[in-house]
C-alpha cells in the first residue's frame, strides 16, 4: 500500500472552494484543510504542465526545535478500525454502481427510500429570509450520502414524490460560514421525482462489469473486496493521523516562526485570488460569497489554520532533527519521483521546479517522522490483539 503522507503540504495548503449549492451541504471547512493531515492528498490541480514553468517562492527554512518541545512520540498506542464489510454496505454500493451507469429507474410516485437519488428544488432561509448559497433548482441528491448537513436527506426518507416539505434544521457549529454557524434554518423542498436502483440480476451484473462478473454472487464478492481494500486504506490513513496527533498531544509547541505564517498566508491569499479573478469578480466579493467572511475574517481564520496546520509540520519536524535525519540527493529524488506520480504529473524536474526543492524536503522530512512513529508505535487491532503495521511489512519486504 503507497503511503500517501503530507502530500498535502505541497501547496502549503489543501483548499476547497466551494460552489454555492455546496452551502447546504456538510460543511468540511470549505476555506481549508490542514497541510499537514498525515493522511490527506493535495486538493489541488496538479494536472497542469503548463504551471510547472513558473519557480515556486523559496519556502523559508527553520529549525524546528528552536520553537518545539518534544514529549513522547515513540510507543504511542493507537487502535485499528475494522475492515469488516457489512451486507448492507456492499448493497448500497450496488446501487451507487447502478445509478452510475444509468440503471435506475425513475419514479413519477411513491416514496423516498435510502439509496435513491432524489431530484429537488430547495430554498434555505433564516429569520424568514433566504440565505446566499441555500437555494437550488433540479438538484440531485443522493439519499444516504451524507453528503448535506446532519438531518436534510432523513428528513426526506418516507416522503412522497411531489410533495413540498419543509425541514428545520441547524448548521454544525462548526461550519465555515459565520453567518450561518450554529444557526436554526428551515428548508422547503420539493421532491420532483426519485430515480431508484433495480434489483441487481445476473445480466446487469455482467453487463456493468463488462462481463468480468456474470453471477450477482460473484459481482457482490468483488465489491466486498474493493470496500475490504478501501477500508484497509482508509484504515491506515487513520493510523498515521491519529499517530501524528498524540505526537503533536504530547509536544508544546512555544512559538512559530513568523516567516512561516507569512509565507502561508501568501500562498493561501494568491490561491483565493486566483480563484476570484476566474470568476470575474473582486476578491472582497469572492470571499464573502464563498466563503462568508471578510478579508478580515479571512486572515483572521487562516492565521490560525496556519498556526495548527505549521505546528502539526514543526513536531513532524522535530521528530525528524532528534532522530538525526538526513535526505542524501538520490532519496531527494526518489521521494520527488513518487510525490510527482501521485499528482499527475510525469515530468519531475517540472514537478520540483513547480513546488520548490524546500517544500518537497519539508514534506520529505514530515514523511520520515512519521515513519519513525509508526515503526515505533504499539498498534492494536478493533479486538485488542497485536496488529502487523504497514511499515513492519514494508520493512520486510525491502529486506528479502
Not at 434554518?185 to 421525482?193: D, G
Request: charge should be negative; charged fraction near 30%; include cysteine.
Amino acid at each position: 500500500m503507497k503511503r500517501k503522507v503530507i502530500a498535502a503540504l505541497l501547496l502549503g495548503m489543501a483548499i476547497t472552494v466551494t460552489g454555492c449549492s455546496g452551502n447546504t451541504t456538510k460543511d468540511t471547512d470549505t476555506t481549508t484543510e490542514a497541510a499537514s493531515d498525515a493522511s490527506s492528498e493535495t486538493t489541488a490541480d496538479s494536472s497542469s504542465e503548463s504551471e510547472a514553468a513558473t519557480e515556486a517562492a523559496e519556502r523559508p527554512d527553520y529549525k524546528a526545535l528552536d520553537y518545539v518541545k518534544l514529549g513522547d512520540y515513540k510507543g504511542l498506542e493507537v487502535t485499528l478500525a475494522s475492515i469488516d464489510v457489512t451486507d448492507e454496505e456492499v448493497e448500497q454500493q450496488v446501487e451507487t454502481n447502478l445509478n452510475n451507469n444509468d440503471k435506475s429507474e425513475e419514479l413519477k410516485e411513491g416514496t423516498v427510500e435510502n439509496g435513491d437519488v432524489a431530484n429537488i428544488d430547495y430554498e434555505g432561509k433564516l429569520n424568514g429570509k433566504a440565505f446566499d448559497g441555500g437555494t437550488a433548482e433540479g438538484y440531485d441528491l443522493t439519499i444516504g450520502s451524507g453528503s448535506f448537513i446532519d438531518g436534510f436527506e432523513d428528513g426526506l426518507i418516507g416522503k412522497k414524490i411531489g410533495d413540498t416539505v419543509d425541514l428545520n434544521l441547524t448548521f454544525p457549529k462548526d461550519y465555515s460560514s459565520t453567518d450561518l454557524a450554529g444557526k436554526e434554518v428551515v428548508f422547503t423542498v420539493k421532491i420532483n421525482s426519485v430515480k431508484r436502483a433495480p434489483k441487481l440480476t445476473d445480466e446487469l451484473a455482467a453487463e456493468i462489469s463488462n462481463n468480468e462478473y456474470k453471477t450477482v454472487e460473484a459481482y457482490n464478492n468483488y465489491i466486498k473486496e474493493e470496500l475490504e481494500n478501501t477500508k484497509k486504506e482508509n484504515q491506515h490513513n487513520q493510523e498515521l493521523n491519529d499517530l501524528v496527533a498524540l505526537a503533536y498531544q504530547n509536544a508544546t509547541v512555544n512559538d512559530y516562526p513568523q516567516e512561516m505564517i507569512d509565507y502561508q498566508l501568501e500562498q493561501v491569499t494568491s490561491y483565493y485570488k486566483s480563484y476570484a479573478d476566474q470568476y470575474g469578480m473582486e476578491y472582497a466579493d469572492f470571499l464573502k460569497q464563498q466563503v462568508g467572511m471578510t478579508e478580515e475574517e479571512f486572515v483572521k481564520k487562516m492565521t490560525e489554520t496556519v498556526k495548527q496546520s505549521l505546528g502539526q509540520e514543526m513536531v513532524l519536524r522535530a521528530i525528524a532533527e532528534t532522530e538525526g535525519v538526513e535526505i542524501s540527493d538520490e532519496k531527494f529524488q526518489e521521494k520527488a519521483s513518487k510525490y510527482a506520480a501521485q499528482m499527475g504529473s510525469t515530468d519531475v524536474d517540472a514537478f520540483i521546479s513547480q513546488y520548490g526543492k524546500s517544500t518537497i524536503m519539508a514534506s520529505i522530512l514530515q514523511d520520515e517522522a512519521v515513519e519513525i512513529l509508526e515503526k515505533n508505535a504499539v498498534v492494536k487491532n478493533a479486538d485488542g490483539t497485536l496488529a502487523e503495521t504497514t511499515a513492519e511489512t514494508e520493512t520486510e519486504t525491502a529486506s528479502k
